[in-house]
């Protein structure tokens, strides 16, 4: 569907609030207005399900954040990274060489960050994201869910391994949907302009209409579009290379021989995002008892351009050389019956998703680097073979277009007994399985047929491979009221994980009869890539043409591929996937105690874990899970007669082994079990109603170690002792966890006060965070074994501050609002990243939005 058929979608959806609305109106009362769409007790205290029971967040013993509807309406907030804001103990930076384009995010809580997280053959995420009951977190990037219509986001920090098991290892963000309502017809429209500064034009277009279809039977459906302005340029420039043949007085090459210009994709306002879909939800009451709601959601994400500036170019600037896009979509269809047995609440929450995503990528850097790093020896025309069918030499960029195709089906079956029971519980068992096929092609253009990966003309590297994650899981937690004061909770999950990877990486094979012809392929490499595949009598390629054995190669077990050199061969069978399994218990302890009306004190000991999983490289080991345990104390209050709240907890968590990933030979990931590391932290949050006034902050401070050395080959002393191996410290003991500041917070005013018919309003809301490191390592090695720092490379992620601003008015069923977001214009740094995981040179920066003004329309029906 094209983004014009999306745009008239919802068209139509807000147009339809001229004609349904009067229609309908005349049949409900004139005096019925819409619901508050999110239930509220005592002076403001909000309802959440984060024990996957409806409790009130000021008596849910853990600690957990929430942004209920009205808060995310008043932050005028649609994505994840603007909520993120809000939520002091989340972090985030794009995934691993991602580049920044929305749908490539890795989250982070408390500090639980390793760096290089997120590719599509690395580690499982270590935070879990559900979209109501159903987890959607994906390997390569969460789904970043357009939020309109959402009754709240729950934050639930520090290991929820108990409940939400795999991937929830350092928390979990649950976004929870407005449902069906049966009561009467009402519906809401949004729309939005606005400008940013060094930037484009911008806006946005949002619908939801409730729509009673008879007394047990109601639909709710959501409509929106929403353009993001460009505000990077992509500025004309050249890139020339070594010759190959002269060399200057210090030995290194004379950049003399084929130059590139960018001219074609020169472009100012370069990084533009289109975001387009809808969701639908059907409540039907099969008696009083018994309710089923089917839902399914719809996005389709397109994004242009690249999202970091190369400072060496300028502010907001950058120089690519080959078409850079990204179409992300996807659907995910769900069914959550809810009824009782008895006096037992049970609960069946299946989903699938379908998620498809487009990318093709600049990768020009890697080529400077490599043409730099092989200077001596006459730079990319000297030391690879990058020539055409002729012979000539051709420009060595490398352009890569990549897609990853996602399903996910989940499914949990769980009872709880009577919350109002002095003992209850909560027990369920869970299944999942997610797969991806992954597809990379780095195409240089002209590249001969000889060079290129057998079979992929102009192909120098291809990925082709298929992933499968597979989780089961029993879980429970009970609680027993010792006193009516006094709680203990108790809980347990037992877990199987079994993963596989089976498929093609790397480069080519000259194809000639004995496999023996050189060059081997456009970068020489005699091991790498179809070298490396199964033949038919299940040796590799390699050994089989140094033994003189046959060289028929197997059959490819993906389709796309030329043959397989990930996977284990079976004899009598053939070539089967790698797989990583796993089980084990994970658990938490809480005693909650309520000295006073109001106050509540909770401590809580938990464990987390994440699922471990395969190397592509056959010389490098499956890496195991790991695991987080934490020891937290808390406490929540309620004052001034419900018109205040101060909530907080300080914590340890013990991060055992942690999966540590980065680019290695031949830039591309290993993934390898770190040292351990700890986390001490504290949080807070409050807010205070005053009527008109409304005051809130939040805060947290982490600080996050490592206990051990990391080492740049894996020693289990922690020692890094050089054997002839080479190894060095890549990070001492005692180094800060990269990515996550070790402080961030934020705060809010709003005061509104009558004028005349409607009520005027204005709103401010400060954020700040501290600074930190980009990159874990302080040492590790180019190929040619040369030491280098890539923290140092890459540098610091620098500490801001911002302020956003608002003024409205709100009249009986519409408000109208001016709006700046970002009012200074800090270009405040969400990550740094590098082409080339070994490149040394040209760190790209992703900021957050420049200043932006706009204004926003809304009304209620």
Same mark, same amino acid.
């Given at each position: 569907m094209s983004l014009f058929a999306h745009r008239a979608v919802v068209a139509a959806l807000l147009s339809s609030v001229a004609c349904i609305s009067p229609a309908l109106a005349q049949t409900a009362p004139a005096a019925q207005t819409p619901p508050a769409p999110e239930p509220v007790v005592d002076g403001g205290d909000i309802v959440v399900t984060a024990t996957k029971r409806s409790e009130t967040l000021q008596s849910v013993p853990i600690a957990v954040q929430a942004l209920p509807t009205k808060a995310l309406d008043q932050l005028n907030i649609t994505s994840f990274a603007q909520y993120a804001k809000q939520l002091p103990s989340v972090s985030f930076q794009p995934a691993a060489n991602a580049g920044g384009n929305p749908g490539q995010i890795v989250i982070?809580?408390?500090?639980?960050?390793?760096?290089?997280?997120?590719?599509?053959?690395?580690?499982?995420?270590?935070?879990?994201?559900?979209?109501?009951?159903?987890?959607?977190?994906?390997?390569?990037?969460?789904?970043?869910?357009?939020?309109?219509?959402?009754?709240?986001?729950?934050?639930l920090s520090g290991p929820q391994g108990t409940l939400f098991g795999a991937s929830s290892e350092a928390g979990t963000v649950r976004i929870i949907t407005n449902k069906p309502d049966l009561s009467h017809f009402y519906g809401r429209a949004d729309v939005e302009g606005n400008h940013v500064s060094k930037g484009g034009?911008?806006?946005?277009?949002?619908?939801?209409?409730?729509?009673? &279809?008879? /007394?047990?039977?109601?639909? #709710?459906? $959501?409509?929106?579009?929403?353009?993001?302005? =460009?505000?990077?340029? *992509?500025?004309?420039?050249?890139?020339?290379?070594?010759?190959?043949?002269?060399?200057?007085?210090?030995?290194?090459?004379?950049?003399?021989?084929?130059?590139?210009?960018?001219?074609?994709?020169?472009?100012?306002?370069?990084?533009?995002?289109?975001?387009?879909?809808?969701?639908?939800?059907?409540?039907?009451?099969?008696?009083?008892?018994?309710?089923?709601?089917?839902?399914?959601?719809?996005?389709?994400?397109?994004?242009?351009?690249?999202?970091?500036?190369?400072?060496k170019v300028g502010d907001l600037k950058l120089?690519?050389? &080959?078409? /850079?896009?990204?179409?992300? #979509?996807? $659907?995910?269809?769900?069914?959550?019956?809810? =009824?009782?047995?008895? *006096?037992?609440?049970?609960?069946?929450?299946?989903?699938?998703?379908?998620?498809?995503?487009?990318?093709?990528?600049d990768y020009t850097d890697y080529a400077e680097a490599y043409d730099n790093l092989y200077s001596s020896v006459g730079g990319l025309a000297g030391y690879f073979y990058y020539k055409d069918n002729a012979g000539?030499?051709?420009?060595?960029?490398?352009?890569?277009?990549?897609?990853?195709?996602?399903?996910?089906?989940?499914?949990?079956?769980?009872?709880?007994?009577?919350?109002?029971?002095?003992f209850r519980i909560v027990a369920g068992a869970f299944y999942q399985r997610q797969s991806n096929d992954i597809h990379q092609d780095y195409k240089v253009a002209g590249l001969a047929d000889a060079l290129s990966v057998n079979g992929s003309p102009g192909t120098l590297w291809l990925t082709q491979q298929h992933r499968v994650d597979k989780d089961y899981a029993m879980f429970g937690e009970a609680s027993f009221d010792i006193t009516p004061t006094l709680t203990a909770t108790a809980g347990a999950r037992a877990f199987i994980y079994d993963n596989s990877l089976i498929g093609f990486f790397g480069f080519g094979r000259n194809p000639s009869g004995n496999y023996s012809d050189t060059p081997y392929n456009g970068a020489g490499s005699s091991r790498t890539g179809v070298a490396g595949c199964f033949t038919t009598n299940g040796t590799r390629l390699r050994e089989a043409v140094a033994a003189g054995a046959s060289t028929t190669l197997a059959p490819a077990a993906v389709a796309g591929s030329p043959c397989t050199n990930l996977g284990t061969y079976v004899g009598g069978v053939g070539v089967e996937p790698v797989k990583a399994s796993g089980q084990g218990v994970t658990y938490r302890a809480n005693l909650s105690w309520k000295p006073v009306r109001g106050v509540l004190l909770y401590g809580t000991v938990s464990r987390g874990f994440r699922p471990g999983g395969i190397n592509?490289?056959?010389?490098?080991?499956?890496?195991?899970?790991?695991?987080?345990?934490?020891?937290?104390?808390?406490?929540?209050?309620?004052?001034?007669?419900?018109?205040?709240?101060?909530?907080?907890?300080?914590?340890?968590?013990?991060?055992?082994?942690?999966?540590?990933?980065?680019?290695?030979?031949?830039s591309f990931t290993e993934i390898h079990n770190g040292p351990n590391a700890r986390v001490r932290g504290i949080e807070l949050n409050g807010n205070l109603n005053l009527g008109g006034l409304t005051l809130s902050a939040s805060g947290a401070y982490n600080d996050a170690k490592t206990r051990q050395n990391l080492c740049l080959?894996?020693?289990?002393?922690?020692?890094?002792?050089?054997?002839?191996?080479?190894?060095?410290?890549?990070?001492?003991?005692?180094?800060?966890?990269?990515?996550?500041?070790?402080?961030?917070?934020?705060?809010?005013?709003?005061?509104?006060?009558?004028?005349?018919?409607?009520?005027?309003?204005?709103?401010?809301?400060?954020?700040?965070?501290?600074?930190?490191?980009?990159?874990?390592?302080?040492?590790?090695?180019?190929?040619t074994g040369d030491i280098y720092n890539p923290?140092?490379?890459?540098?610091?992620?620098?500490?801001?501050?911002?302020?956003?601003?608002?003024?409205?008015?709100?009249?009986?069923?519409?408000?109208?609002?001016?709006?700046?977001?970002?009012?200074?214009?800090?270009?405040?740094?969400?990550?740094?990243?590098?082409?080339?995981?070994?490149?040394?040179?040209?760190?790209?920066?992703?900021?957050?939005?420049?200043?932006?003004?706009?204004?926003?329309?809304?009304?209620?029906?």
């Open positions: 982070y809580q408390r500090g639980i960050a390793a760096g290089g997280e997120g590719n599509h053959s690395g580690s499982l995420p270590a935070v879990g994201v559900y979209l109501d009951e159903q987890p959607v977190t994906t390997v390569g990037g969460n789904l970043d869910v357009h939020i309109y219509d959402v009754a709240r986001i729950e934050s034009f911008g806006g946005k277009a949002e619908g939801m209409l409730n729509i009673p &279809l008879s /007394e047990n039977i109601a639909l #709710r459906v $959501v409509g929106f579009y929403q353009r993001d302005a =460009g505000y990077i340029d *992509n500025v004309a420039g050249t890139r020339q290379f070594c010759g190959g043949s002269n060399f200057d007085a210090a030995g290194n090459c004379v950049k003399d021989g084929i130059t590139v210009n960018n001219a074609k994709y020169v472009k100012k306002d370069y990084n533009d995002t289109e975001i387009a879909g809808g969701r639908a939800a059907l409540k039907i009451d099969l008696d009083s008892n018994w309710t089923v709601t089917p839902t399914v959601m719809y996005q389709d994400t397109r994004s242009h351009g690249a999202y970091g500036y190369d400072s120089q690519h050389f &080959l078409p /850079e896009y990204r179409r992300d #979509r996807y $659907v995910q269809a769900a069914l959550t019956i809810e =009824g009782k047995v008895g *006096n037992w609440d049970l609960t069946y929450a299946g989903a699938y998703l379908d998620r498809k995503a487009a990318q093709s990528s000539k030499q051709v420009a060595p960029l490398q352009n890569v277009v990549a897609t990853d195709h996602f399903k996910k089906l989940s499914q949990e079956l769980r009872v709880a007994s009577p919350a109002g029971d002095r592509r490289r056959a010389d490098v080991a499956p890496y195991a899970a790991d695991y987080l345990t934490n020891y937290e104390f808390g406490a929540k209050t309620t004052l001034l007669g419900g018109k205040a709240h101060i909530n907080g907890a300080i914590y340890q968590e013990d991060w055992a082994k942690f999966q540590f990933s980065y680019l290695g030979a031949n080959i894996d020693d289990p002393t922690y020692t890094c002792t050089d054997t002839g191996n080479g190894n060095i410290v890549s990070a001492p003991a005692g180094t800060r966890l990269p990515i996550t500041p070790r402080f961030k917070g934020t705060a809010s005013a709003r005061y509104s006060v009558p004028v005349g018919s409607f009520k005027a309003y204005g709103q401010g809301v400060v954020s700040h965070q501290s600074s930190a490191a980009s990159d874990i390592r302080t040492a590790t090695k180019y190929p923290a140092a490379v890459l540098g610091r992620l620098a500490a801001f501050t911002t302020a956003d601003f608002a003024l409205g008015a709100e009249f009986n069923r519409f408000s109208i609002e001016l709006f700046l977001q970002n009012a200074f214009d800090t270009r405040g740094q969400i990550a740094r990243f590098q082409e080339c995981g070994s490149c040394g040179q040209r760190p790209y920066i992703i900021p957050i939005v420049p200043q932006t003004v706009g204004v926003r329309l809304h009304s209620d029906f």
